[in-house]
């Protein structure tokens, strides 16, 4: 029994086959191939052939071309030409399928389309890009815009950015909501800061709204690129449209602050989110006791941990490791006690950071004969682990133990290291340097 396709199917096909057809035709080559050549240690090829052909031949034996009548799959072949640096190949490789009645894909034309930019030809790359949107059937998904203008972004090309952004606006109007986005992450991520606002401006013009994505992205990328004062007022542009700022977005704001010292604006900061969110676990807890922590501020300190406690919420290794790093700076060597208590209590296993904190306390006041005392009530021949929140160190820095541990086992080629071993060899290092003896 043959089933036959709908007409206007079989009509639909034939017009995007002719259409691709034109489109090789007209897109210009990107080198010569009068010079390539094959290479002679292959011993499944004929040297004689062009390398293209000899490329088709092989994929053909080994079924990695998908083909449905002559509509041909290889855009996995071309992403593998493109990541070994090879445009001029992929091109003469899709002429090559149309000389053999072979109509490659929109999936195979849009690889070789991203082949192209991501390898700086960026005339062939348009060509592709302008006559796809001329192919009616043709609706570029999200991913592939937006591979398509990183790779310009990366080269720094961003007024053809813009002008890819104009072609959507042109052909595929439709897609402006998801496309505007896009480019607005492109330019963030790259530090155009005022090629950002403008499209964000634009986008506003036209009457689209701005997702919460969209704008936790726009404040994330003046945290990084932009002054205080311009994450400031995009921050509060932000919070007018009714959205809540994400972790990312949180923790870029915070950077941004602790990076310039500003603790009193970062804890400000958060008390303006919302100490009470429990989608961010402890998050802003931790930071606001940072902050005070960094400035050691210990009574104010004291008072927000019991404030955290009273809220409802737990204290983790990263909550006890902000409060273990000021004590072991002020040498307050009975809270630093009383909080490795605690730790125990609510069974949270100490990391790195916490010996640290432990070992440089002692060592600072030349208390090193004690340390057996301390250490006798925690498990100090486990594997060394670093689990606390990075951006506590943005703040107070590591201490010199940790630090010392860090280079020492990224050099040495131990397999397995204790925290005794490590404080065994860092107590013989001090020693050296200070010709003090400890009994460890």
């Given at each position: 029994m043959v089933t036959c396709r709908p007409f206007h199917s079989c009509?639909?096909?034939?017009?995007?086959?002719?259409?691709?057809?034109?489109?090789?035709?007209?897109?210009?080559?990107?080198?010569?191939?009068?010079?390539?050549?094959?290479?002679?240690?292959?011993?499944?090829?004929?040297?004689?052939?062009?390398?293209?052909?000899?490329?088709?031949?092989?994929?053909?034996?080994?079924?990695?071309?998908?083909?449905?009548?002559?509509?041909v799959d290889c855009a996995s072949l071309v992403q593998t030409l493109a990541r070994k640096r090879m445009p001029h190949i992929a091109h003469q490789l899709l002429l090559e399928l149309n000389s053999q009645g072979l109509?490659?894909?929109?999936?195979?034309?849009?690889?070789?389309?991203?082949?192209?930019a991501d390898n700086g030809l960026f005339t062939q790359a348009e060509a592709i890009w302008e006559e796809m949107l001329n192919i009616s059937s043709f609706m570029p998904a999200i991913?592939?815009?937006?591979?398509?203008?990183?790779?310009?972004?990366?080269?720094?090309?961003?007024?053809?950015?813009?002008?890819?952004?104009?072609?959507?606006?042109?052909?595929?109007?439709?897609l402006l909501p998801r496309v505007y986005p896009v480019a607005i992450s492109c330019f963030g991520k790259h530090g155009q800061l005022d090629l950002m606002e403008n499209t964000l401006k634009e986008m506003v013009s036209k009457g689209l709204?701005?997702?919460?994505?969209?704008?936790?992205?726009?404040?994330?990328?003046?945290?990084i690129f932009g002054s205080l004062t311009e994450m400031e007022s995009a921050y509060a542009r932000f919070k007018r449209s009714r959205h809540l700022i994400d972790e990312e977005g949180i923790r870029a704001m915070s950077f941004a602050y602790i990076k310039e010292g500003k603790f009193y604006k970062l804890g400000e900061f958060l008390t303006d989110v919302g100490l009470g969110r429990t989608d961010l676990g402890?998050?802003?807890?931790?930071?606001?006791?940072?902050?005070?922590?960094?400035?050691?501020?210990?009574?104010?300190m004291q008072r927000q941990f019991l404030k955290m406690l009273n809220s409802g919420f737990f204290p983790d290794l990263t909550t006890f490791n902000i409060r273990a790093l000021a004590f072991s700076r002020m040498s307050m060597f009975w809270d630093l006690h009383l909080s490795l208590e605690h730790m125990k209590h609510e069974s949270i296993v100490p990391d790195l950071a916490t010996y640290g904190c432990v070992v440089d306390a002692y060592l600072d006041r030349r208390l090193g004969r004690n340390l057996d005392f301390i250490l006798s009530n925690m498990n100090a021949d486990?594997?060394?682990?670093?689990?606390?929140?990075?951006?506590?160190?943005?703040?107070?820095?590591?201490?010199?133990?940790?630090?010392?541990?860090?280079?020492?086992?990224?050099?040495?080629?131990?397999?397995?290291?204790?925290?005794?071993?490590?404080i065994a060899v860092y107590?013989?290092?001090?020693?050296?340097?200070?010709?003090?003896?400890?009994?460890?």
């Open positions: 009509r639909l096909e034939f017009r995007t086959k002719m259409e691709t057809q034109s489109l090789l035709r007209r897109t210009p080559l990107a080198f010569s191939i009068t010079s390539l050549k094959s290479n002679p240690s292959s011993p499944n090829f004929n040297n004689n052939q062009p390398l293209s052909r000899k490329i088709i031949w092989r994929w053909k034996r080994e079924g990695r071309i998908l083909r449905r009548d002559n509509l109509i490659p894909n929109t999936a195979t034309l849009s690889a070789l389309m991203l082949c192209y991913p592939l815009v937006s591979k398509f203008l990183d790779a310009y972004g990366n080269m720094g090309q961003f007024h053809r950015v813009q002008k890819i952004l104009d072609h959507v606006i042109l052909h595929r109007f439709n709204s701005i997702d919460s994505a969209t704008g936790n992205a726009f404040v994330r990328y003046y945290s402890n998050l802003l807890w931790n930071l606001l006791l940072l902050s005070y922590a960094a400035n050691f501020k210990m009574k104010t486990e594997s060394p682990i670093i689990l606390t929140d990075p951006l506590v160190f943005e703040a107070l820095g590591k201490g010199d133990f940790q630090s010392s541990s860090e280079a020492f086992m990224e050099l040495k080629s131990q397999k397995k290291w204790t925290y005794r071993q490590l107590l013989k290092k001090q020693f050296r340097r200070n010709q003090i003896f400890w009994n460890y």
